[in-house]
């Protein structure tokens, strides 16, 4: 698979604007692009998917392992031409606890031997810029840094000298795009609105983004990077491989939350739910007033629900659904987003009322992964179960955790940590997982939505 890395020095420097605009300009060439995202992340997926054609994927060594990048790479990769990879933060930032920088787009870049394009924001830099190259270029061998695209460039003399630096540093320019404050993508408190809540608004974005990298960027030369790579030798991940269902079973309707307060997913969870023998039905909580007919089960995923509690909280007989639901001992899977959902109120505001406790907005952002331990046997985990998650949200749940807490873990200073809620058939917690990095979770589920 031809592939290429679009990576930076730091966050902030174009990496989604580059990454994105050059998925969809490959895309208007006719060019069948598979879209990653190195990382956690939620929302550049889902403006690669609307640049691409195709689901985004992420890549993410913490949560899967590495020993799975390459073969979820390469399930990703099917039928395309190119496989275009977004880095995260700095090119060689990785998990803060760990040495090396695992799950870093340096670390990503070499397991899939891929070349690296690194972004510059090149406001306030000039021959400085042929320094910080070397540096990068040259900090760590096994990591190919093949060329420079420069933004936020000022003016053709700025752009002249900017060359210069990185012919110093023995870099090619695979392309320049010119300051340009209509390539902004309207923010919020956890980053980029969501490309489902910013609607017609989100093509028109990805769209100026593609005419900025058409414009700028060689693209011809990015495709010949792209393919001076190794083939690789690895067999793609399946679903089928890690979930099939005993022969001859029923199967299931999981109904799965989707729409614009619902989309912090992996495209993998749901063909994990469907190797392992469920229909998945997909509802959105905000126009949909009830379940999709037979639901066995929910999926909860994470999102913006603080954002459309009002919404939410009026889907008056939604809510009572899912309760009843949940209360007859349903499996019910929530993470993060779902979890508010699942309480008796969010900012003030009446929601499923399936968990005793209550949300709300605060201004301290919780971020970072956890090696966590299930405390009880739940719909997905038998107790014990150890699993790699991640933390990512600015609401506070009170209390934090139930009578059956759905995790323990340790947190930075050491301190014990209780969080989330087993009860039932419910297992609600902040803590999101990847469902490829634990797939018998998956299956688990369904066979509980099978009795």
Not at 61 to 84: K, M, N, Q, T, W
């Amino acid at each position: 698979m031809n592939r290429v890395v679009v990576a930076a020095p730091c966050s902030g420097s174009g990496k989604t604007t580059v990454a994105t605009g050059l998925m969809r300009a490959l895309r208007r060439h006719r060019v069948r692009v598979a879209p990653f995202k190195v990382g956690p992340d939620y929302v550049d997926p889902g403006y690669h998917a609307l640049a691409a054609g195709r689901p985004g994927r992420n890549l993410d060594p913490v949560l899967v392992g590495e020993d799975r990048i390459a073969p979820l790479f390469a399930y990703g990769s099917h039928a395309a031409d190119v496989a275009v990879v977004e880095g995260v933060m700095g090119l060689f930032d990785g998990r803060v606890d760990t040495e090396h920088g695992f799950g870093s787009t340096a670390h990503v870049a070499g397991l899939l031997a891929a070349p690296v394009l690194l972004v510059i924001d090149a406001r306030g830099q000039g021959r400085s810029l042929a320094a910080l190259l070397h540096g990068f270029r040259g900090y760590d061998a096994t990591v190919r840094v093949a060329g420079v695209v420069l933004n936020q460039v000022g003016s053709a003399r700025h752009e002249e000298v900017l060359r210069s630096a990185c012919a110093e540093a023995g870099l090619e320019v695979f392309g320049v795009l010119h300051r340009e404050p209509d390539l902004q993508v309207p923010s919020r408190h956890l980053g980029l609105v969501t490309a489902a809540e910013h609607g017609a608004a989100a093509e028109r974005a990805v769209e100026t983004m593609a005419d900025a990298v058409v414009a700028g960027v060689d693209l011809e030369a990015v495709l010949n990077l792209a393919a001076d790579t190794a083939p690789l030798s690895v067999r793609p991940w399946s679903p089928t491989d890690e979930v099939a269902p005993p022969v001859g079973r029923a199967h299931p309707v999981v109904a799965v939350a989707g729409g614009p307060a619902f989309t912090f997913g992996y495209a993998e969870h749901a063909e994990l739910l469907a190797a392992a023998g469920a229909e998945v039905a997909v509802f959105d909580p905000l126009s949909d007033r009830t379940l999709p007919e037979g639901a066995a089960g929910v999926l909860l995923p994470g999102g913006f629900p603080e954002d459309h509690a009002a919404e939410l909280s009026a889907n008056a007989a939604l809510r009572a659904e899912i309760g009843r639901l949940a209360h007859a001992g349903r499996p019910v899977h929530a993470e993060c987003g779902g979890l508010l959902f699942l309480l008796r109120e969010l900012d003030g505001l009446p929601m499923c009322g399936v968990l005793d406790a209550t949300a709300g907005m605060t201004d301290r952002l919780t971020l970072g992964y956890r090696e966590a331990v299930a405390t009880v046997e739940s719909s997905l985990y038998p107790i014990g179960a150890r699993v790699t998650g991640h933390e990512f949200h600015r609401t506070v749940v009170v209390p934090r955790s139930g009578a059956a807490p759905a995790w323990r873990w340790r947190d930075f200073d050491g301190t014990a940590v209780a969080e989330g809620f087993v009860t039932g058939g419910v297992h609600a917690s902040y803590l999101h997982t990847h469902p490829a990095g634990a797939p018998l979770s998956v299956r688990g589920f369904v066979e509980r939505c099978m009795s």
